[in-house]
Nanobody, 115 residues
């Protein structure tokens, strides 16, 4: 029914940029929050950025000024523009859709930043 699919991960050099995309399909409420989370091996999953259907954004301190989250409500797609990437950004990035007090997750896309 509801599906969340990420794309755009890959290998990038430190200081480079990468753009992730997340498309949601199925019955999607017009009122929702979408966001990106990441998890590196041995670490807990952490919030990267979120954006509401109204356009309000929230960022983790570690990515402020470097990452930008945006969305296209017509396509029900959220993007994460990642600039000035650092090796510590290396992780599996997961897209999240929150609506009706439920969470829907994508399977993740890997981002590797080489030094």
């Amino acid at each position: 029914q509801v599906q969340v699919v990420e794309s755009g991960g890959g290998l990038v050099q430190a200081g480079g940029s990468l753009r992730l995309s997340c498309a949601a399909s199925g019955f999607i409420s017009s009122i929702n929050v979408m966001g990106w989370y990441r998890q590196a091996p041995g670490n807990q999953r952490e919030l990267v950025a979120t954006i509401t259907s109204g356009g309000s954004t929230n960022y983790a301190d570690s990515v402020k000024g470097r990452f930008t989250i945006s969305r296209d409500n017509d396509k029900i797609t959220v993007y994460l523009q990642m600039n000035s990437l650092k090796p510590e950004d290396t992780a599996a990035y997961y897209c999240n859709l929150h609506m009706f007090n439920r969470d829907y997750w994508g399977k993740g896309t890997l981002v590797t930043v080489s030094s």
